[in-house]
């Protein structure tokens, strides 16, 4: 049973930092493309930053550009996010997600494989 799990989120105040990892299970997920995406109380989901199978190209919304970084490490089978210099309007729960291909997407519906979600609240 394929499984994503994500944890690593929390408080914190703004400005602060957190790493968000998501370890998969079940499959290895080293050719294909991984995202994070996340959801505000009341909107819709949300593509945040993406990052090829072998990790060479990543791709991340400008709201969270400087800020966030997507890594992966292909031996633990997990994708991290990690978030500096964060802010309120970044509250959120965040997913992990993965593809059944290479290159990444960040249309959520091209997403096979998804996580239950970690809390992240930032507070003022």
């Known amino acids: 049973q394929v499984q994503l799990v994500e944890t690593g989120g929390g408080l914190v105040q703004a400005g602060g930092s957190l790493r968000l990892s998501c370890a998969a299970s079940?499959?290895?997920?080293?050719?294909?493309?991984m995202g994070w995406f996340r959801q505000a109380l009341r909107k819709e989901r949300e593509f945040v930053a993406a990052?090829?199978?072998?990790?060479?190209?990543?791709y991340a919304i400008d709201s969270v550009k400087g800020r966030f970084t997507i890594s992966r490490d292909n031996a633990k089978n997990t994708v991290y996010l990690q978030m500096n210099s964060l802010k309120p309007e970044d509250t959120a729960v965040y997913y992990c997600a993965a593809r059944s291909f290479e290159n990444y997407k960040t249309d959520s519906r091209d997403y096979d494989y998804w996580g239950q979600g970690t809390q992240v609240t930032v507070s003022s």
């Open positions: 990052i090829t199978g072998t990790g060479d190209y990543t």
């Open positions: 079940g499959r290895s997920f080293a050719g294909n493309a």
